[in-house]
């Protein structure tokens, strides 16, 4: 299974589109997975075009995405349990308070920083925040994720789209 992964694409605002680099993979995913942030319900609805869509709501939501979309979430995706939520907290911490919060995910993706990240534990437990496809802040690129998942396993593998 192809889980295309993005986060805080706050659309629309400006100029703001998706690269076509992204809605390739888009178009290529059995689900997408949108850790927040999205702004506005159109954006759900463009998504949605694409693939099946997973989504939390971010802190820049608008009321009716907010309404809609729960703050956390677990999607099981052939077997592999990810669990999703906007903001992690303070990196100080963070694996050890996810894996507390979310004692049966196999991994965690979040956004909020916008800074792509990908860090796997001991025990194999996995955090994932794919970046930022628009709005890339103090990221050195535009970025987005990938996960394939399959008998419960599950690999990350992020994607530079500049």
């Known amino acids: 299974m192809l889980l295309a992964v993005i986060s805080d694409t706050h659309m629309p605002r400006g100029g703001r589109r998706l690269p076509l680099a992204c809605v390739r993979v888009l178009k290529r995913a059995d689900l997408i997975l949108h850790a927040g942030d999205l702004f506005a319900l159109s954006v759900l609805r463009e998504l949605e075009l694409h693939a099946p869509v997973a989504a939390v709501h971010g802190n820049v939501d608008q009321p009716e995405v907010r ?3 729960p703050e956390a979430r677990i999607v099981n995706a052939d077997g ?3 669990a999703m ?3 992690s907290g303070p990196r100080e911490g963070r694996a050890t308070r996810l894996r507390r919060r979310f004692p049966d995910a196999d991994a965690v993706v979040f956004g ?3 800074l792509p990240l990908h860090e796997t534990g001991d025990d194999g437990f996995q955090l994932f925040n794919p970046g930022s496809p628009t709005e890339r802040r ?3 690129q535009h970025t987005m994720g990938v996960a394939r998942a399959r ?3 599950l690999d990350f593998e992020l994607l530079a789209l500049d």
Request: charged content about 20%.
């Open 112 to 114: 909020h920083s916008h």
């Open 151 to 153: 008998d419960g396993a």
């Open 80 to 82: 592999a349990r990810i």
């Open 85 to 87: 939520v906007h903001d």
């Open 67 to 69: 309404a809609l979309l």
């Open 138 to 140: 103090r990221a050195p």
